[in-house]
């Protein structure tokens, strides 16, 4: 059973930072593009993150670019995501997702909670 | 950029009935990377649609996707109960990487 655990979420003061991870399992964790996923209060999602099974290749939407650092450790079958200089509009749920073969997140985490506020 | 509209922006429909949820891209969508996701409160997406047609695994044939290029359709045949959610479309390829619609909330009439 695919199972993805989001941790390290919580309450931080803009400018402040975090650090995500993300404990895969039930899958061969290196063989698929991983991304992190944000939800704002009663928005849509948006990926603001993905890296490839061998992490040579990155994504970064342009709302976290410079700010924010995905990376992964397959040996250990985590993703993580570094973030930096946070502000109050990146406040939201973050869910790591699995990419699938046709490029839509076929698993997801529960999500973790990242309120930026003073 | 390519932006994904979905419209209605809500559905008020009751249990039986057919509902049709839109979502149209600002460009074409790449080789039809196109996905449908429903999403309850509290709880992550999930993949219902993805390839614009094809059902994830698990997904009730009740739910059917349809479309092309920059006009998709979400069809859920006859709702159930468990039914009435948010549902958004998503698209893989073109700047940006990836793209969520705003959504369409399906709610009981």
């Known amino acids: 059973e695919v199972q993805l655990l989001e941790s390290g979420g919580g309450l931080v003061q803009p400018g402040g930072s975090l650090r995500l991870s993300c404990a895969a399992s039930?899958?061969?964790?290196?063989?698929?593009?991983m991304c992190w996923v944000r939800q704002a209060p009663g928005k849509g999602p948006e990926c603001v993150s993905s890296?490839?099974?061998?992490?040579?290749?990155?994504y970064y939407a342009a709302s976290v670019k410079g700010r924010f650092t995905i990376s992964r450790d397959n040996s250990k079958n985590t993703l993580f995501l570094e973030m930096n200089n946070l502000r109050v509009d990146d406040t939201a749920i973050y869910y790591c997702?699995?990419?699938?073969?046709?490029?839509?997140?076929?698993?997801w985490g529960q999500g973790t909670l990242v309120p930026v506020s003073s | 950029e390519i932006v994904l509209t979905q419209s209605p922006g809500t559905l008020s429909l009751s249990p039986g009935e057919r509902a049709t949820l839109s979502c149209r891209a600002s460009?074409?969508?790449?080789?039809?990377?196109l996905a449908w996701y429903q999403q309850k409160p509290g709880q992550p997406p999930r993949l219902l649609i993805h390839?614009?047609?094809s059902r994830a695994t698990g997904i009730p044939d009740r739910f059917s996707g349809s479309g092309s290029g920059t006009d998709f359709t979400l069809t859920v045949s006859r709702l159930e109960p468990e039914d009435f959610a948010m549902y958004y479309c998503?698209?893989?390829?073109?700047?940006?990487?990836?793209?969520f619609g705003q959504g369409t909330k399906l709610e009981i009439k």
């Open positions: 039930g899958f061969t964790f290196s063989s698929y593009v």
């Open positions: 997702a699995r990419r699938g073969s046709t490029y839509a997140f076929d698993y």
């Open positions: 890296i490839t099974g061998d992490s040579i290749y990155t």
């Open positions: 998503q698209q893989y390829g073109s700047s940006p990487l990836y793209t």
């Open positions: 390839g614009a047609s």
């Open positions: 460009q074409s969508v790449n080789n039809n990377y």
